[in-house]
Structure formats: structure tokens, C-alpha cells
């Protein structure tokens, strides 16, 4: 919110001396922080004066472009009295327009000097302006063409154009939408300072009667309160005055025509946005409702826009004319012909006007502010103040009728112990100054020995609880008061179990060449539709949020695979083709999930209450993913680069398990979005934790990966629950290894995992390693069949093995893989 410093004087009694730093140190104290304070002055020096074009010469250039050569009248500012010949390149004024003229000499913002110098066949003594030229906006397609009332020719441009007056840009909370008005920034530098307070909307509007213009509300929750006055025989080729157009551009909007010009400036005034209807345009009484299926509106940024049956429209016998509080429609806007003008000021809910906005993708300054929520009470006070203006600058005849139809919802009343304020802050704030404090900023309160019953004002729909009032009192008083005071820290307290074993797990995976990153748990359906997942898979089973940051992903995922494939996507996209990531967090799982009651913050919940909330949060595991592109060992003096693969997917689980002293049992699975001949179903006990391996190609496709291009995910929750707390190291023998080979042929369906299993179970004690090296299919097994070669390695702790314990060990395994794999040795 741009606010100049002129605008927020005229409301409230500052000290003269007051500096513009100090006035803005005090409001951000208060939550107005600061965003900038500009003084355009500052970055110009030189003659910059008010020219009045009498002359303008169209010349076509070789280049195909057309300037004009203009003369202009400068008055005695260029000290000789005569017109002034300046090239000028933009084509928006005619002849007898006052301009902005920056004459030889001058100095424009970026040490832009101006001199006169030849062009286009001509000596071009000067400059006439645009915003950006003279750093008041961005607009550099057309100059500046100030309203007739501006001054004669030769008249300082600097006052003219506010140019010495500071404009204040603030950051404004979503919850503080009063602020977004010149009324609200006001009221809070008459509180900060503790000065006198003239409240621009403190004006009498006229009773309604029977005789405004008819309007029937139908949804009197998504629109409480609606006003509509009436003008006639306004002159729409009246201009704005050049006070109100100056005020305008300070606070960043153009100006557009006179009547449009009004319903802005009220809305900068008072925060009430106002609309304004050509009456010829309409056709009936306006009705307010919620759209039905398959209805549109043309908006006046020109776009159709296909409505919700959630949207609030305005709507007349033609069907809907206006997308209620958010944007007018084009049918019956206002235009150069319009002489009668239906004003509308109307309070809309503001959870329904934040909906629609999100929706239709629209954003604008009335929506801004009714998605906040404004003062329901100056709805009468506003519209009576466009008309004011109409009739004052644009020769309006206001209409007697006044149509008034609702009323202001009541504020809640909220009870605040008088303590409480100096218990939450840690304070010494008196029972009296909580008193004064809450009624400075405008709450009506009435004390009692114990507390105070506190009703907020009506421009203030966020405080609703008492820690709101605490807030309030707090920022007054100065945050800067509060003292800084250490908790006590317990002692004997650490990293939970659970913590230490997942740093021991990030640690792993930094140590093994992977980077952590953190995704947002948003997805959509093209998520699902990407990674191949099938119509009734489970992880398409999601929660949907109400208010999603992006409409096209409006579900919590259940996967961390989107987050992290979208990540891997993005860095091989812009160059870095050798990448390894993993994160590991939270997903959600719908099941068995209920809606939570809304309680207030003034007590704890009961044990019923919190039993209802617990069942409205979802299941929560904690998942690990890492997925693999391009190089995983680069090739060098030492040899040749290695690609990496599915191996090294299911390797950095392996990894992950061994550092958590975890059993990791690996089989071949089939199973989206992995290569359905290169996917690893990933066992701790008989429990499925994940699967890894190599993506299939049309993932890898569709997040622009290169082939063959790994993930894994695994439930890192179940490995936790298994870790053991201190991990056994290697044991060492300085005792002879005995070696053992053996290759024995199953059926091409047993898994290598399971031979394996049965090998190690028969081994037993002795066995120190077993490693698959060698798997054969082809003629000399036969067909169905494989050869799957391994390596044992036995040693004894505290002696050499005597001749045949190796063997007898061998055979031992081979009996037991055969019974339970019927593997034959070779």
C-alpha cells in the first residue's frame, strides 16, 4: 500500500517536525512494516516545468518509425519566452495538452542528463516526459498529459506532479486489510503518536427509502450489506481534477476517466471498494447469488470466465453482469458515452471472495481488499461519497432514491482477564492502560472487577479471540519493551532416539555422495498420471486441501517420488546431468480420517475435544526417496566412468539399513513407476517396505530424465522401529579365510534373494560372507532355468578351520537351498 505523506496529514495532526523516518519507524512498530519511501524529487534536479504543446508535426523515418516534432509553450522557464522544439517519440497527446517538459540542463533519475542536441534533422531543445523517465511508474509507452487545471506554461512541474511529496510504500499483513486505506494508515499514526484523528468516513449518509434502485439479495451470508445510489446528467468528458490524479498515480494507479478515478480514490480513502455501472447498460433490478452450472461472465479485463456455483455474482434480467466484489463485468462497464451511474458499495464474505479470486486466477484492488475483509459499516458512507464527487466534479444530479438492503454482522464480544496482557508478554502493563490501550484503537470495552467484555471495532473482522487483544495491547505498548528473558534449559535432554537415528541416516547418504533437499508435499493429478500409476492404485488415494497455494496441485501426496523426480528433472534441465538426491519426509495417508471441530485459543481442549481433533489428522509416515541420473563414477586418468543404475538405488537403501543394523531382504518385483524387469521389492522380516530400481522409460520421458535414470522409497519408519541403538562393527580374525564357490541351478522364477537365504541358513556359524557373482541363462542350464553362482567365505574367530569344516559347511548350505529352492548343484 503506497500512502503519501500529504494524504495521511490531511487526516491526522502530526507534528510539524516530524520526519518521514521517524513517522514510518513508529507504524512499523505498530505492524505497518516499511517497504520504501520515495521522493521522486530527490532524483531530479534542473528546470522541470508545465509545457503546453502548440504545434506537432508527424514525420515518417526510414526505419518505419514516426516522431513528432513538436513546438511547445514553456512560459519564461527557458529564459526567453519563446516556444521550445522538442523531438518527441510517443503519439498519446494532441495539440493544446499540457505536458511535463524537462528543459537543458536538467538531470533526470539514473544521471539521465538533457541537453539540446541534433535528431532527426532537427535541434530538439528538451525532453517531454513519461512515469518512467521521471521514476514515477513503469509506463514508458506514452507521456504525460496533465489535466487542464495543472498551471500555465512555465509553472514548477515538481508540485504539480507531488514530486516533493514522500509516498510511503508499506507491506501490508494479510489480517490488517484496514490498512490497505488511507483512513486505516491514518488512524494508526494518530495512535502511535497519540494525536487527534480525523476519521474521513465519520459522515452522515442519507436514510434508505423506497425509492433507490431495486436490488434483491439472495445470499445474504456471502453478501451482508449492499448499497446502491443513483446519479443522472453526469458529464462522462468532465476530467479529473488534477489533485485527485496526482494522489492517485502517488499511490500507484492510473488514471482512467473521471468516474472511474472516483470509486478508486474512495476506495483509497476509506478501503471500501466501490463499483460503478453504466444505468443504461442494466436491464432490471441487480440480484446478488450464487452462480448456477454452466454459466459465464465476460470480466473487464475482456477474459470469459466460465463460473461456480461457489461464486458470488451480481446479476440483472440479462443473468450475471459482475463477479460480486472481486470484478466488474464488460457488459455494463462504464464508458466516454455513460451519463447515468448506479454506484454499488457492498460487504461481500471474504472467505468467498479469496475462493473465487483463487479461483478465476483474478487479481485486483477491490478483490485484494474484500478478500481481507473491510468495514462492513461505511458500505452506506462510501457510496455516498463517489456521489458527492460525481455531483461536485462531474456535474451529477444525485437520485433521491437510497437503496440500503442488510445490515453490518455484529462483532463477537471477547473476555480478557486484565492480566493477561503482562502474563503472555512479560510486561508490566497496569489493568488501566489495558483499558485506554483498547479503546485507542478503537474496541468499545466494558470493565468489570474481574475483566473486560471487549467488542472490536468494525474495520477490525481479524481480533476474535483474547490473544488477538494481547496482540493489540503488545503493539502499543512496543514490542521493543519486551524483555528478553532465557528459558531454563533442562537438563539431561537430548536428540530423541528417533532423532539421532535420522541425522544417522542423512549422514549415510551425504557420505555416499547424495544431497538432501525438501519438496513441497503438493500434487495433482498429473502427478499420478506421470508416473504411471493405474486408475485404482492406492497412492492415488489422497487428502484434498481446501485452499490449495496451486490449483493444478490440490492434494497432499502420499509419494515422495513426484517431489523429488520434479527435482532431479530440474537440475539435469539446466545442466547438472550427474545428480544423486534423497529426502526424506512426511506423507499423508487419508484412511480413517474425520473432520476436526473449530476451537477457539482460550483454553485447552477437553479429552473429548482432542480425541475428535487426533482423528482428523491423517496417518503421517515418515518416508525416505532418493532417485539417481547420469554419472555415478566419473571417468578419468583411472579408467572409464560407470552410468548409474538400479543397483545403485537399491544400494543406498542397503546402505541406509546396514548403518541402522537392519536385515534388508531384496526380491524382484513389478511395480509402478519402476522398469517392471528392474524394480526390487525392499523386505525388513516379512514386512514390504519400498521398492528401488531403474524408472521405466516413459518417466523418465516425462520428467526429463535420461534413461534409465533410479529411485527408490522405502517406509523409513519401519526401519527406525528395527534399528538397533548401537550397531555391531565388522568382526576381525587374523585366522586363515577358507573358500568356498558353488553354482547351483533353480527355476528362472526363484529369486537370486531366496537361494541366498537358504545358503546363509544352512552355512551357519562359520559363514563370515556370501556374495552373488555370476548369474548364467542360456543352452547349458536349459531352458526355465538359471545358474547362480555365489562365493563363501568361512573363517573362525579363535582358530584355523581343519580340513573338511569348510566343505561340510558348503554342503550344509547347498542341502538347504535345495530343500527350500530345489537348486541343484552344478
Known amino acids: 500500500m503506497k500512502a503519501p505523506v500529504s494524504w495521511i496529514r490531511e487526516y491526522v495532526a502530526l507534528p510539524d517536525d516530524l520526519s518521514v523516518d521517524d513517522l514510518t519507524a513508529k507504524l512499523t512498530m505498530l505492524g505497518l512494516k516499511l517497504e520504501s519511501i520515495t521522493t521522486p524529487a530527490d532524483a531530479i534536479t534542473g528546470p522541470l516545468v508545465v509545457g503546453k504543446v502548440l504545434t506537432i508535426d508527424k514525420e515518417p523515418q526510414k526505419n518505419g518509425k514516426v516522431i513528432s516534432w513538436c513546438t511547445v509553450d514553456v512560459g519564461d522557464a527557458n529564459g526567453t519566452g519563446e516556444p521550445q522544439g522538442i523531438i518527441c517519440g510517443a503519439h498519446n497527446f494532441e495539440v493544446g495538452d499540457l505536458v511535463v517538459v524537462c528543459l537543458p540542463g536538467a538531470v533526470l533519475p539514473g544521471n539521465f542528463e538533457i541537453s539540446a542536441r541534433k535528431t532527426y534533422g532537427h535541434i530538439s531543445a528538451g525532453m517531454i ?72 468516513a465519520d459522515r452522515e449518509a442519507p436514510a434508505p427509502n423506497g425509492d433507490g434502485y431495486s436490488v434483491i439479495v439472495d445470499d445474504p451470508v456471502g453478501c451482508p450489506v449492499f448499497a446502491a445510489r443513483l446519479v443522472t446528467g453526469f458529464d462522462p468528458t468532465a476530467p479529473t481534477p488534477g489533485w485527485m490524479a496526482k494522489r492517485l498515480e502517488q499511490a500507484g494507479m492510473r488514471s482512467i476517466s473521471l468516474a472511474v478515478d472516483i470509486t478508486n480514490y474512495v476506495m483509497l480513502e476509506l478501503g471500501r471498494p466501490i463499483h460503478g455501472y453504466d444505468a443504461d447498460k442494466l436491464a432490471g433490478p441487480l440480484r446478488i447469488r450464487r452462480a448456477e452450472q454452466g454459466e459465464s461472465l465476460v470480466t473487464l479485463d475482456g477474459a470469459r470466465r466460465t463460473l461456480s456455483p461457489q461464486d458470488l455474482v451480481v446479476t440483472d434480467d440479462s443473468g450475471p453482469i459482475g463477479l460480486g466484489g472481486v470484478m466488474g463485468g464488460d457488459a455494463t462497464e462504464m464508458s466516454e458515452k455513460s451519463t447515468r451511474i448506479l454506484v454499488e458499495a457492498a460487504h461481500w464474505d471474504a472467505t468467498s471472495m479469496f475462493r473465487t479470486g483463487k479461483r478465476h486466477r483474478v487479481t485486483s484492488e477491490a478483490g485484494k ?52 496482557p503482562a502474563r503472555i508478554t512479560g510486561m508490566a502493563i497496569e489493568s488501566e492502560d489495558v483499558v485506554s490501550i483498547l479503546q485507542a484503537v478503537g474496541c468499545r470495552v466494558d470493565a468489570d472487577a474481574d475483566g473486560v467484555d471487549v467488542t472490536p471495532p468494525s474495520w477490525r473482522p481479524d481480533i476474535t479471540d483474547p490473544y488477538d487483544l494481547v496482540e493489540e495491547v503488545a503493539r502499543v505498548v512496543g514490542y521493543d519493551h519486551v524483555p528478553s528473558v532465557l528459558p531454563p534449559a533442562p537438563s539431561g535432554r537430548g536428540y530423541t532416539q528417533a532423532q539421532k537415528l535420522r541425522r544417522r541416516v542423512g549422514l549415510t547418504l551425504a557420505g555416499a555422495g547424495f544431497t538432501e533437499l525438501i519438496t513441497y508435499p503438493f500434487v495433482g493429478v498429473a502427478d499420478w ?42 537440475n539435469v534441465g539446466r545442466g547438472n546431468d550427474d545428480v544423486a538426491l534423497f529426502e526424506h519426509s512426511l506423507v499423508f495417508l487419508p ?71 537392519v536385515d534388508l531382504t531384496v526380491r524382484a518385483a513389478a511395480v509402478a513407476p519402476w522398469h517392471p524387469g528392474r524394480c526390487a521389492e525392499l523386505r525388513v522380516g516379512n514386512a514390504v ?126 542341502a538347504v537351498a535345495a530343500q527350500a529352492t530345489g537348486a541343484v548343484q552344478r
Open 591 to 661: 484412511s480413517g480420517t474425520e473432520s476436526a471441530p473449530i476451537l477457539g485459543v482460550e483454553r485447552r481442549p477437553t479429552e473429548e475435544e482432542w480425541a475428535a481433533i487426533t482423528k482428523a489428522v491423517p496417518n503421517q509416515p515418515l518416508h525416505l526417496a532418493v532417485a539417481i541420473a547420469g554419472q555415478r563414477e566419473s571417468a578419468g586418468w583411472w579408467g572409464d566412468g560407470r552410468v548409474a543404475g538400479w543397483s545403485d538405488a537399491i544400494g543406498a537403501v542397503r546402505d541406509v539399513a546396514r548403518t541402522l543394523g
Open 689 to 814: 517396505i519400498g521398492y528401488a530400481g531403474e524408472l521405466h522409460p516413459k518417466v523418465c520421458q516425462a520428467y526429463g530424465l535420461p534413461a534409465r535414470s533410479a529411485a527408490a522409497e522405502v517406509d523409513l519408519e519401519v526401519l527406525i522401529e528395527h534399528a538397533v541403538e548401537v550397531v555391531a562393527g565388522p568382526r576381525f580374525s587374523s585366522y586363515p579365510v577358507a573358500k568356498e564357490d558353488v553354482a547351483l541351478l533353480v527355476d528362472a522364477s526363484v529369486p537370486a534373494a531366496d537361494v541366498e537365504a537358504a545358503l546363509r541358513d544352512g552355512a551357519g556359524e562359520l559363514l563370515e560372507a556370501i556374495r552373488l557373482f555370476d548369474v548364467y541363462t542360456g543352452d547349458q542350464v536349459g531352458e526355465g532355468k538359471k545358474s547362480l553362482a555365489f562365493a563363501l567365505r568361512f573363517r573362525a574367530p579363535d582358530r584355523t578351520l581343519k580340513e573338511g569344516e569348510a566343505a561340510a559347511a558348503r554342503d550344509a548350505a547347498i
Open 369 to 420: 481488499r474484500n478478500e481481507r475483509g473491510v468495514d462492513p459499516q461505511v458500505v452506506a458512507v462510501a457510496a455516498d461519497r463517489v456521489v458527492e464527487l460525481l455531483v461536485e466534479l462531474g456535474g451529477a444530479t444525485a437520485d433521491a432514491g437510497v437503496t440500503l438492503v442488510g445490515e453490518a454482522p455484529a462483532q463477537p464480544v471477547t473476555r480478557i482477564d486484565y492480566d493477561l
Open 529 to 570: 498420471e506421470k508416473l504411471g500409476f493405474a486408475e485404482d492404485d492406492a497412492r492415488r488415494q489422497t487428502l484434498w486441501m481446501a485452499n490449495p497455494l496451486n490449483a493444478e496441485e490440490p492434494q497432499l501426496t502420499t509419494t515422495l517420488l513426484p517431489g523429488i523426480l520434479r527435482a532431479l528433472g530440474r
Open 129 to 200: 516526459c513519461s512515469e518512467r523517465e521521471l521514476g514515477l511508474g513503469d509506463d514508458h509507452a506514452g507521456i504525460i498529459v496533465l489535466p487542464a487545471d495543472a498551471g500555465a506554461p512555465g509553472t514548477d512541474a515538481f508540485d504539480v506532479l507531488g514530486l516533493d511529496d514522500p509516498v510511503i510504500e508499506f507491506e501490508i499483513n494479510p489480517d490488517r486489510a484496514y490498512a490497505l486505506s488511507l483512513r486505516g494508515i491514518a488512524r494508526e499514526a494518530a495512535l502511535g503518536f497519540g494525536v487527534p484523528f480525523t476519521d474521513p
